[in-house]
């Protein structure tokens, strides 16, 4: 209900002269400002009681819907979900720690419209958690923090920060805590700003700094144990990295929405744009690289629910695929729209060349695509096939995928810095066999060509000898495949978790299916000659009527949730 | 792979079969692994320690979590809680 509501608020939210208006939009962000009206109308709607779990008073009930509304802001304007959904990030570690105190506290605060900012990186320090130098140390009432994070969105606008400190000196897997600031709270001068940077992307953002000069916090800032931080950390990333999915598939909507309009309104040579069997099959792979995405952040979504100690692993894969498909489905239409994807002055399409700066950032933070393909290349030995049989059984996958099921409330404390195994890829035989008693459109024979492959991957996982240090190429792109196999695992859990849709548009013949199956064999290296006619259908798709809202689950607002 | 251990286990047993573990995962190096020494500082860090902790459950059949490696950072240490958890997991 209040899904379908928010979609209509944001529509009109975005018409002329309303807070979300392109042009408008456009202009903070020449003007590198922040776009305040909007956020603000968000704070007003209520939108950061989605950040906050049920259990503490928020309305985070389902991971599905926090996505689905942070993918509608995102696909008016990505730099707004970055600069809103910051909260849902920095808050996580809160969260996942279990501190009910705090939580609550926390909860008050950021229904109140308080944005927290998310405090890891630090100068120089890159991607490396255990690199960090900014230090807590004990005084007489609690903690005394000095050093600096940098660059952290909504690091100046942000009243609360989240860090993770040293708390060891030397360091190492125990040596760092998190440590959960209100910079209200601390003494004036103690805390000081770095200033924004200028940024290729989501211009209007707060990308700045905080310093930490002596500053004293009180005992209960502490969040989790003393050397608890890195696995608390680990943990929040995990539900943090799905959030970021939502905002490369709000990313690939609004590119979408310009891609139809451009094929259905161009003319080339007197005859329309979308006469070109080119065009099309352009934008039809655009569209199954949208599905696709969808598919692996639904089923990651659910997967939170359900198998939560898999999360690493699931979070690692949805972080390190999702955001690459849309920055490859932003190319396709990039080259589509020619000029006017690249001119930003073009009434209706000026957009797009912002849309691709701002995705950009999708895939560089909250742990880039390697940093995430790296940890799941450390823990596919784990995964390999024949491993002993990892959790109790819970629930079937075809249940949970289902769109109408319940699912389990959140419990933070299954999540886990291992998975021990992978419920979605290992529904893929009976996913397969579901398929085979009732094929479509020849999707079973793709999805055969799938079970094959992962066979090999299966093969070659196997085979690997783990090593200390750094992973190596060979490694990584095992790690790739495997996230392929996973993808097209997800999408076929869907379809079998998903009779009743069978009949509905993107499902009759098993379009969406045939589309996704189709990419992911060529991810794998092993294209299907007999798919090649499934992206000209899809791009047909895209010019129908169908076309407006391109999406596994029909339009948003057709949803009650 | 590793065949699981079934029966007693001694912790000399366990000390050596962990410096020979941390040896396959560090193939270069020259000298033998000092079972006083921090895994981290074979490379075997934060996460390339999952798989590490795996094999160990394989083996000796019982939950590892890779925190307990970063809360019984060297061999020595390891092996003592390892044997310590076996008894209590068998229990
Ligand atoms: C706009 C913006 C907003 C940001 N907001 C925040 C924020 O709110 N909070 C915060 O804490 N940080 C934030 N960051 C920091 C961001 O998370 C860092 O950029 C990130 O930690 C990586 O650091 P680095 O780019 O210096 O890369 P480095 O770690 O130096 O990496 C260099 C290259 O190596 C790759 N790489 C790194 N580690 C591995 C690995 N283990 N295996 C394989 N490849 C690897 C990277 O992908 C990259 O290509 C933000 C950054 C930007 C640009």
Redesign the interface.
Known sequence: MRRAEFVREVDRWSKPDGPFDAALLTAYDDAESFPGAACAVLDRWGLPAYYVPAQYGGRLARFDEMHALLRKVASEDVTVAVAHGKTFLGAASVWVSGDDGAAAQLARHVMAGEAVAWGLTEPDRGSDLLAGELTATRDASGWCLSGRKWPVNNATRGRFVCVLARTDPGGGARGFSVFLVDKQAASSGSVRHLPKMPTHGIRGADISGVEFRDTHVPADALIGTVGGGLELVLKALQLTRMACAALSLGAGDHALRLARRFLSERRLHGRPFSDLPHARGVAGRAVARLLLAEAVSYAAARAAHEVPEELSVVSAITKALVPTLIQGQLRLVGELLGARGFLTGVEGYGGFAKIERDHQVVSIFDGSTWVNRSALASSLPILRPGRRPATAAGRPVHEWLRQDADLTPVDPLRLGVMARGNTVLNSLDDSVARLAADPRGGADHLATRLLDAFGEVGGDIARLRPVAGPVPTATMRLAERYEWCFAGAAALALWGANPKHHDRHVWREALWLRGCLALVLEGLGAPAPEATGVFDELGRLLLSDEGTHVSLFGTSSEVSA | MTQPVSGPITLDELQSWLVERVG????DLDEKVDPNQ?L?E??????????????VE?WLGIRV???A???H?TVTQLAKFLLTEREQQAA
Do not use: I, K, Q
């Open positions: 396959e995962y560090v193939p921090e981290g074979y490379g075997l860090d934060s996460v390339a320690v999952v798989a590490f902790a795996a094999d394989d979590e890779p925190s490696v970063w809360d950072p």
